[in-house]
C-alpha cells in the first residue's frame, strides 16, 4: 500500500510499540509488532528475543524455540535467546536440553521447577553431582 503509514515506522518504533503492548499484556498484539520490527530489519537478535518471550507467554513452544534458534544465529552469545530456550524446554519437560541451554547462558545448573505439583524441584545435569 503506498503512502501506507505503516510504512515509514522504523524497526525501533515497532519494538517500542511491541515492548508497550508486552507490559500491557497483550501478548499476540506484542509479537506482531516484533514481527515487523524483524521485517523491516532482521539482523537484530533483541527483535527475535522479545517474539519469543511473547510465544512462551501465550505457550507457544515451538515459535519461541524458532525464535531463540534464530538470536543465537544473530547472536551466538545471547544470554536471553539461551535463557528463554532452556525456559521452553522445561516448559517441554525436555530437562537435559533446559539444563545444557541454561549452563551455556552462566545460568548455573541448578534449576527449579515451580509448578501445581511440584515444590521446587530441582534439577542437574546427569553427569554432574546435585549441587546443595
Same mark, same amino acid.
Given at each position: 500500500m503506498a503512502g501506507s503509514p505503516e510504512k515509514s515506522v522504523s524497526a525501533q518504533e515497532w519494538k517500542e510499540q511491541g515492548n508497550r503492548l508486552f507490559l500491557s499484556r497483550k501478548y499476540q498484539e506484542s509479537a506482531a509488532?516484533?514481527?515487523?520490527?524483524?521485517?523491516?530489519?532482521?539482523?537484530?537478535?533483541?527483535y527475535y528475543t522479545n517474539r519469543a518471550l511473547c510465544h512462551v507467554k501465550l505457550q507457544q513452544h +515451538?515459535?519461541?524455540?524458532? +525464535?531463540?534458534?534464530?538470536?543465537?544465529?544473530? +547472536?551466538?552469545q545471547s544470554v536471553k535467546a539461551l535463557f528463554f530456550l532452556g525456559q521452553c524446554h522445561l516448559e517441554m519437560e525436555n530437562y537435559d536440553e533446559a539444563i545444557g541451554n541454561l549452563q551455556r547462558g552462566g545460568l548455573g545448573t541448578k534449576v527449579?521447577?515451580?509448578?501445581? +505439583?511440584?515444590?521446587?524441584?530441582?534439577?542437574?545435569?546427569?553427569?554432574?553431582?546435585?549441587?546443595?
Open positions: 509488532c516484533y514481527s515487523k520490527a524483524i521485517k523491516r530489519n532482521p539482523s537484530v537478535s533483541v +515451538d515459535k519461541a524455540l524458532a +525464535d531463540c534458534k534464530q538470536a543465537l544465529e544473530l +547472536d551466538p527449579a521447577i515451580k509448578g501445581p +505439583d511440584t515444590e521446587g524441584v530441582h534439577l542437574t545435569s546427569r553427569n554432574r553431582p546435585p549441587i546443595p
